[in-house]
């Protein structure tokens, strides 16, 4: 009889061994880029966040679309490129003109200015579209 106890009290064990062994230890998620205003842009070159300001100006070449945060070309702080390959997931560009937006992205420096570049429609976010009162926000 106490074989057959030991035997089950092992087989006991082996199971919580194997089942302790199966359980993996949950995934960290991933965090939300930090938020910081288009004048702190410069001094994140290199991260992902998540950048807020207002569209000041649009300006539309033939290869590709600037978004000037803050103020207008050359003093903005911060830029956004879209280039012609996407422009047309963006829609009407130009009505972004003094809306205030969100942008996530990657801040690189180009010509001694911080930039993101927007490849697709989920990197920007309108907050607020110009001439809109305070109260009603858009995405």
């Known amino acids: 009889m106490r074989i057959i106890s030991a035997i089950v009290a092992l087989f006991g064990l082996f199971s919580f061994v194997a089942n302790a062994q199966d359980t993996k230890p949950e995934a ?11 004048s702190e842009a410069e001094k994140h070159y290199q991260e ?3 950048v807020t300001g207002k569209v000041v100006q649009v300006s539309i070449r033939p290869k590709l679309v600037y978004l000037n945060l803050g103020k207008k070309y050359p003093e903005t702080p911060m830029y956004c490129v879209i280039f012609a390959r996407a422009t047309n997931q963006f829609g009407d560009l130009k009505k972004l003109e003094g809306a205030d937006v969100e942008i996530k992205g990657k801040i690189e420096e180009y010509q001694d200015k ?3 570049i927007l490849n697709s429609t989920n990197q920007l976010k ?3 579209n110009a001439g809109e009162s305070g109260d009603a926000k858009k995405n």
Do not use: D
């Open 126 to 128: 309108v907050i607020q």
């Open 114 to 116: 911080a930039q993101i």
């Open 28 to 38: 960290p998620r991933a965090e939300s880029p930090r938020k910081i205003s288009a």
């Open 48 to 50: 992902t966040v998540i």
